[in-house]
């Protein structure tokens, strides 16, 4: 199962560990982590289900290509990461 | 008199409470975070929106034992597939604005891109008003502050009447609704745009109402700091006229109303849009008692010599009886009258950039 993780900065709104959960794409994997955190959702998903504009999401230390529908695909040990997308200062 | 005030920040919120006769800060919360908007309801509960740089704007509530949750944030519903036509998002920029929807449990809340909620449940659960939401003018809402996001950022209740509403948009004008946000129509005449093409300039929808007040005991006396000049409205914001006596100058956000006085208002001038400081570098606040017709400019215990503070739409307030003020910059400079504006006084803090001010009902 791959694996979710979520930047420290997180830690401050909400409790989110990592966690293994059940995914053949990025997006089932998110999916599933807000299944059982569903106040997760919306700090990393904007409105219409898509990956905030300021939010990175990385598949073993690469970005994903599909921040829309999130359908990239991951593997039993694939590590996906989720982080605040710095932009320089 | 009032002896709590919430001051909303560029980093955090924070308490100000008036201890032993003098105003001081004794609480702070959300540090580092961006505070869009508070309302400290007449049940106690205090509520305050997050604007989060990374993970969008997030809605906290305090309950009468003074502990803090998140509780629902609004949200667009998803936007049809075939509509390519709509220059605004379907997602929920920041929360502008919140008022007491005078019911109980009742809230309304403002926001960018121009989405106006309700909630029924004191904020565990919001809907958009989709009436509003659906008018086909609302596509021709121009952005704020440069940006392309218009934001609602003025909700008057009406005291007599919770469904009689008029909410104020950068930039589309002043909206009404007397049936509860079933239905809605572009009401304001006799603003102008200066920065509009000339053929265009009266257009209510074209008009930048930068904030409205309203006299509470007085609901049909609306006061407006529009980009282009300061105006009074007599009939809850269906015609306007401009307060041309407005001195230093014509330009601001913010506008309080004297809760029983239609006569009194106060507005703080600054240096029009290209630069947006102060004039001469001296923070002033004009109040009229005399419905416009004359202003006075007030600066005891105001800054008067290289101050560079501009005061935003939501960073002025006035208290249920009209004496008691507060006023925040984009500088974190906070003053405090209890005598109507006459004098100020400062806490002692160093505060970041203040966004909003609002004070707890007594």
């Known amino acids: 199962m791959p694996t979710v993780s979520f930047t420290p900065a997180l830690q401050r709104f909400l409790s989110v560990p990592a966690t293994q959960v059940e995914g053949m794409t990025v997006g089932e994997a998110l999916a599933a982590v807000f ?15 898509t990956v905030r504009r300021h939010v990175a999401v990385y598949v073993n230390g690469e970005p994903v290509h599909d921040r829309i529908r999130m359908s990239d695909p991951v593997g039993l040990h694939d590590e996906i990461y989720v982080f605040q997308a710095l932009s320089g200062g | 008199m009032v002896d709590r005030l919430h001051v909303g920040t560029r980093k955090g919120l924070f308490e100000v409470a008036r201890c032993n006769g003098a105003w001081e800060v004794t609480d ?3 540090l580092g975070d961006p ?49 390519r036509d709509d220059p605004h998002p379907w997602s929920l ?53 440069g940006g392309e996001q218009p934001g609602i950022n003025s909700v008057l209740i009406d005291p007599r009447n919770p469904s009689d509403i008029r909410i104020g948009v ?35 929808i074209a008009q930048d109402v930068h904030r409205l007040a309203r006299c509470a005991a007085h609901p049909e006396i609306v006061w407006c700091q529009h980009h282009n000049g300061v105006f009074r409205s007599e009939d809850a914001g269906a015609t306007w006229h401009e307060l041309t006596a407005i001195r230093p100058s014509k330009f601001g956000f913010a506008v309080a109303a004297h809760p029983r006085d239609p006569d009194t208002a106060w507005f703080v001038p600054a240096i029009k849009d290209e630069r947006r400081i102060p004039v001469d570098g001296r923070v002033v606040v004009a109040r009229t008692r005399d419905a416009g017709r004359s202003f006075a400019v007030l600066s005891k215990g105001l800054p008067q010599r290289h101050a560079y503070d501009l005061v935003w739409r939501h960073a002025l307030a006035v208290d249920d009886s009209g004496e008691v003020l507060a006023l925040g910059s984009t500088s974190g400079g906070l003053w405090i009258s209890e005598d109507g504006g006459d004098s100020w006084t400062m806490p002692e803090a160093r505060l970041p950039p203040i966004a909003t001010v609002r004070f707890a009902p007594a």
């Open chain 1, 35 to 49: 299944a059982s955190r569903p106040a997760l959702r919306g700090y990393v998903l904007d409105d219409q289900g």
């Open chain 2, 93 to 145: 920029g920041k929360i502008w604005v919140i008022e007491p929807g005078g019911v109980a449990g009742r809230l309304w809340a403002g926001t960018m891109p121009g989405g106006l909620f309700r909630s029924d449940d004191g904020g565990e659960s919001w809907s958009l008003n989709d009436a509003l939401w659906h008018m086909p003018e609302r596509r021709r809402w121009a952005g704020v502050a």
């Open chain 2, 170 to 204: 950068s930039t589309a004008g002043v909206w009404a609704t007397t049936d509860a946000g079933a239905s809605w129509r572009l009401i304001n005449r006799g603003m102008y745009a200066e920065y509009m093409p000339p053929e265009l300039r009266a257009e209510p």
């Open chain 2, 28 to 30: 702070a919360q959300f």
């Open chain 2, 35 to 83: 505070v869009s908007a508070v309302l400290a309801d007449s049940d106690g509960t205090v509520y305050a929106a997050l604007d989060l740089g990374h993970f969008g704007a997030k809605l906290w509530r305090r309950d009468w034992a003074r502990a803090w949750s998140e509780v629902a944030v609004p949200t667009f519903p998803a936007k049809p597939g075939d509509d």
